[in-house]
């Protein structure tokens, strides 16, 4: 049975509007005006047990809707869901125990004024973690994510890249069978989305946990995901391997060719020319048509090189969030 | 006795964190006695020579920071800045976690507070000796008050603050509250000298009962004691039903709309 049944999941809201005018602000006061944003809509997948799922989408196309209904946090409009057999929105101890949302813009919660062990301490007594687990999982998670000098600083002097360390430290202390991530390496240097990303991925590998991670860095997704959800304005767009989500959404293929020095054909009339460069150039062809252009290259230029690619999948994202054709 | 332990562990921890807030602690704790020993001002230039008036605002300051909320900043804010979404994560009742807060906020306050109880005892040379017996039975009885007061004022804290799930202006709802406290509470006059119209009123109102009724029980006021607690708990009834209503209207809200 896959760990996350999600069917037709759907939540909307009423957001106040009103014209810009001052007598709009006043007609207000008596009469308020609402639009309705359908922030998801009719969502239906599944989530084996020890998937990493990434699941990507535009701003506001509903992804922390989507964890944060999942996580029992919002209660949905309609539909239904179920993580480790039980309804998020019920919000039962014994699934708050099994589960951890971590988000990038707030890694930590409550007091800022403990020290990280304090913290550690106080999660180990309210997630009820026996002494023996709280220290081997302790020593664990302080090689893992370096914690060793973190430990007696307060949380509050802690930078960004601490503060999520700590936080996936508090998280993960219990031992969490669902982890839902959202943006885990947003601001963080490069030597700490690093280290992040290859954590995220040894936690997976070890204790065999389900992970749907949100992140508007297709390295993270590419990295760690096997398989991506792709929702756009509440919807889904795609659902499947990340290896297929190129040729499913894209029918275009990358055509690039270098010719000797001398030649200096037309190259419009083999294709849309995305960039040229000298005797390089790379042509955005028809997946269809992409056979009969390299024919017609190979027969009609004195070509040195050429490679058929699918196009860059941060280029395929691009153009999806901006609506734009593949 | 699991919530009970995970109350003690929340006490504990916001014990810690308050423990880092000093300076700030400080300020909260003064700002605390500036009503009562206002109060204590007026009244003992208003009624000179009066044995009980010292007594009763030196109990209204004990009391005033043994039951001293904060809910509008400690609950309010957590839902206007979000971190309200990692306590319904936790495996427990939020409202372990805001009573913590609490009770670490009031051991804190007395003890810091209690360097200027004792300098304002001084101060007023308050003599309990004449009526000893009669003042250790005031203070035994003043002992279930202050805490049906404590469990009270929390109560109404917590109510006033969980308007913020309607609106961004709790803090303006909250200091509404605290003004009617102040006012109709026994800060601003002990019930007894209330002018005859409305001293009914107060009597009746849940304020006194949040401050003044304990101050009155330790100053030597006896009578109608029992009436009293049953006020207390009646109120506290009326508040705890109300608090469950508005915390579940306000979560189904808060899950509806997102945080």
Known sequence: MPTIIVKDLSISYKAPVREARLSSAFVSLIRRQYREIKAVQGLS?????????????????????????LSGILHPTGGEASVLGFVPWRR???FLKEIAMIRGSQPIGGPVELTVL?????????????????QKNLSELTEMLELGPLLRRQVRALSLGERMRAGLALSLLYRPRVLFLDEPTLGLDVTATGMMRRFIANYCLQTGATILLTSHYMADVETLCKKVILIDKGSMRYNGPLITLSTTLSPYKLL????????????????????????KVSLRIHREQTPAVTARLLAELPVVDLSVEDPPLESVIDQIYKGERV | MHLLRLLAVSIKRQFLEWMGWRAFLITLVVNQTVAPLLGLAVWSVALPGSTQIPTYYMALLIVQLMTVSYEQHTFSNGLYDGTLSHELLKPQPVVIGLLGTNIAARLLHVLIGLPIILIVGAITSISFAPVAPRFIVGVLLAIPAVL???ILRFLFMYLLALSAFWTERAHGVAGFGETLAFLLGGSAAPIPLFPQSIRPLGELLPFRYMLGFPAEIASGSLNEVLQGYGYQV???GVFALAAIFAWRAGLRRFMAVGG
């Open chain 1, 118 to 134: 304090d913290a550690l301490h106080f999660q180990q007594l309210i997630y009820e973690v026996s002494d023996d687990a709280f």
């Open chain 2, 234 to 236: 009646c109120w506290i």
């Open chain 1, 92 to 94: 039962e101890r014994s």
């Open chain 2, 148 to 150: 049906l007061a404590a």
């Open chain 1, 45 to 69: 997948f599944e989530i084996d047990a020890g998937e990493i799922v990434g699941f990507i989408g535009p701003n506001g196309a509903g992804k922390t809707s989507t964890l944060k209904m």
């Open chain 1, 256 to 279: 690039k060719v270098t010719v000797f020095d001398q030649a200096s054909p037309v190259w419009s009339s083999y294709g849309e020319v995305v960039e040229l460069e000298d005797n």
